[in-house]
């Protein structure tokens, strides 16, 4: 199964900001949302933030107002800007990709660790 490819974490100070990106371009199923997810050591992996074919997003609570999610729908792509980061934001981002039709992919994730 081709999964999505995501690139961009690395090590931040608190306050500071990243740019994730994502490609889910080997897939060819018509994607119905592609999304974000991130896991800290010993927690579930949770929602962080997702982007519909038509534009609809939809956020976690904790981070409205800091994080910005775009997308390419034609191109398969899925962004993620990260503002005024926090310690808490750390942890492995994960690309999600879900089709209209088919199994969900998810990327292999990549490390963010914002230092305080």
């Known amino acids: 199964q081709v999964q999505p490819v995501e690139s961009g974490g690395g090590l931040v100070q608190a306050g500071g900001s990243l740019r994730l990106s994502c490609t889910a371009s080997g897939i060819t199923a018509t994607l119905r949302t592609m999304g974000w997810y991130r896991q800290a050591p010993g927690k579930q992996r949770e929602l962080v933030a997702e982007?519909?074919?038509?534009?609809?997003?939809n956020y976690a609570d904790s981070v409205k107002g800091r994080f910005t999610i775009s997308g390419d729908n034609a191109k398969k792509t899925v962004s993620l800007q990260m503002n005024s980061l926090k310690p808490e934001d750390t942890g492995v981002y994960y690309c999600?990709?879900?089709?209209?039709?088919?199994?969900?992919?998810w990327g292999q994730g990549t490390q963010v660790t914002v230092s305080s």
């Open positions: 982007i519909t074919s038509g534009g609809s997003t």
């Open positions: 999600k990709a879900v089709p209209l039709r088919g199994y969900t992919s």
